[in-house]
């Protein structure tokens, strides 16, 4: 019998592709590159592109280099793509992209989530485009500090998936309010994370968060009556503090940076 690993007895076989595919999706691998299904069949790379060519409703080509492909299992071919979390660390691994499930998408892992997320939210080093994979959607977000941000295991995923601990979602939704909705929004998520956090995840997020987003958070924690998480933003903060607004690009009320933190609320959260 032949192995996943060894060239087919005849390279021109019809449905070796195929075949390779079955048992890589056995095995829980549902990304593979062509490069590494070229070196596992055996076929030229021409060969393998025609017979993947005939998969259509068994694989989805992803975008980027090298090219590779989503495996799609029969129960999942009515949405078009097995969830998220099923492959994307695997893609990442593959496109050589540091990364981590964040903002309203960790949260609704976390617990937090007053509507169904839409899309998963990805945050990255680069920009990279939206992933679309039948029904699936994958929004991409640049922060350069992606390798120092805490992350948690989530129970229950069918593999493993990097995802912003509860308080580093938490600076990220302030820090990233413009992609979820606005302050807001980011507050009443955040209200459904406070029964995750814990003073060491604080002790963890908070020394890669910058001043600005740290004077936001204290801020929140300190309206939604988390005064325990909220003193612990404060003992990380400088003895000085510029004014900062709470929701940029929204216009200054006019009424000053709060004490302790210095926030003028231009959007009436308290």
Known sequence: MRTVDSAPSNPRAQGVVAHLLDQLQVRGQLVASLPELVAKTGLTTLAVKRQLEHLADKVVRLPGRPSCFLIVPPEHRPRGAPPVSYWLADYCLLR????????????????????????????????????????????????????????????????????????????????????????????????????????????????????????????????????????LVQASLPSKLRPVLLQSATPSRGTGGQLPWQVEDNVGLS
């Open 96 to 231: 050589q992209k540091p990364y981590y499930v964040g903002l309203l998408s960790a949260a609704a892992l976390h617990g937090s989530a007053q509507q169904a997320v839409q899309v998963t939210q990805v945050m990255t080093t680069a920009p990279t485009r939206t992933l679309v994979a039948g029904s699936v959607h994958i929004e991409f977000h640049v922060k350069q500090r992606v390798l120092y941000t805490p992350l948690t295991s989530i129970r229950g995923l069918t593999a493993p998936l990097a995802v912003s601990s509860p308080e580093a979602t938490t600076l990220d939704l302030l820090a990233f309010h413009h992609c979820v909705g606005g302050v807001a929004r980011a507050a009443e998520v955040v209200a459904g994370l406070v029964p995750a956090m814990t003073a060491e995840g604080w002790r963890r997020a908070l020394p890669f968060a910058p001043v600005v987003v740290r004077q936001r958070a204290g801020y929140v924690l300190d309206t939604l009556g988390a005064q325990r998480f909220a003193k």
